[in-house]
């Protein structure tokens, strides 16, 4: 046996205290390394060399693990205590914020007023409004109700719905009570909305009115109505008619009026119709007596577009004898 002492054969040798200390400052800097950003510390600065430098207490180290080592040191952790002690003689004393306690109330409830709520209406304003009467018979002495409107989203009670508000009416020692209303803007003037305590009824009453909305005007049409489309789901609107043609124009005389009435029947039977052509025709020559009888011509009509009125024709010849 010529090898009684050291390693066996192929295992490398046994490890040194050098070789010890190296693997684990290596140890220690990767687990160094999950914890610790580097990134985010202020005394952590790379020279132009590639080592590394602790601003704070102006050391140099060759490599990461030997700066991480450092800052775990004695002397790093001294020169933070320093420098946070300076930095607090430094800073102007500034007062403490002054935190205001409230002390709540702890009462009996003792259950829910009586109410009375009666709907109003204006035919002057066309405003309607709301009349709100509360009866607190048990009220504390020297207490007056308090009411406030809270918003649909203030709520935990029901679903959100902006279309409608709450009215809340409080007084010790009974439970809060809710009003849901329109979300209308209500009409905050003096005369209009208004509440009064009587403190001998013990009977809390408020008024509130609400805008009318103003119709709205000039409104700009929409994109779909200006390109001729609707939106889906909308009948189309009926498509618009022109308007009739204008009369023609009078060339320089005025219009002809309706044509004359006929003249009335001398007890011959009920008149004759009107022909088409506007004049009556000429009656039968008398039987016998007259053979030379010559039918004198029709009248001709007036030429169309001239004013008749005031042209007097000449009577027509008597027949001859």
């Not at 649909?152 to 007084?171: G, I, N, T, W």
């Not at 009656?283 to 001709?300: A, K, L």
């Amino acid at each position: 046996m010529d090898r009684e002492w050291g390693s066996k054969p192929g295992s490398g040798g046994a490890a040194s205290a050098q070789n010890e200390a190296i693997d684990r400052r290596e140890r220690l800097r990767r687990l160094a390394l999950e914890t610790i950003d580097l990134a985010k510390d202020p005394y952590f600065m790379r020279n132009h060399l590639g080592s590394y430098e602790c601003k704070l207490c102006l050391t140099l180290h060759n490599n990461e693990g030997n700066y991480l080592a450092h800052t775990q040191g004695k002397r790093h952790q001294t020169n933070l205590a320093k420098r946070a002690a300076r930095e607090a003689k430094d800073a102007p004393a500034q007062p403490l914020p002054h935190k205001r306690t409230l002390n709540l109330r702890k009462s009996v409830k003792i259950g829910r007023p009586g109410y009375r709520v009666t709907k109003q209406y204006d035919p002057e304003t066309k405003q309607r409004s709301l009349l709100f009467q509360i009866e607190y018979p048990e009220i504390e002495d020297l207490t007056k109700p308090r009411h406030r409107f809270m918003s649909s989203f203030e709520q935990r009670v029901e679903s959100f719905d902006k279309r409608y508000q709450y009215l809340l009416f409080a007084a010790e020692p009974y439970e809060t009570i809710g009003f849901k209303v329109p979300s209308t803007e209500i009409d905050k003037s003096t005369p209009k909305f208004f509440n009064h305590w009587d403190p001998d009824s013990k009977m809390f009453t408020l008024q509130l009115y609400f805008k009318v909305k103003q119709p709205e005007t000039n409104k700009p049409p929409s994109a779909a109505a200006a390109n001729g489309t609707s939106a889906p789901g909308v009948p189309p609107p009926p498509p618009q008619q022109a308007p009739p043609p204008p009369p023609p124009a009078s060339m320089g005389n005025p219009p002809r009026g309706p044509p004359p009435p006929p003249p009335p029947s001398m007890g011959n039977g009920p008149p004759r119709p009107m022909p088409p052509g506007g004049n009556f025709p000429a009656p039968p020559p008398p039987v016998g007596g007259m053979s030379n009888f010559t039918p004198r011509p029709p009248i001709p009509p007036p030429p169309q577009g001239q004013q008749n009125q005031g042209v007097r024709f000449p009577p027509p010849p008597p027949p001859p004898q």
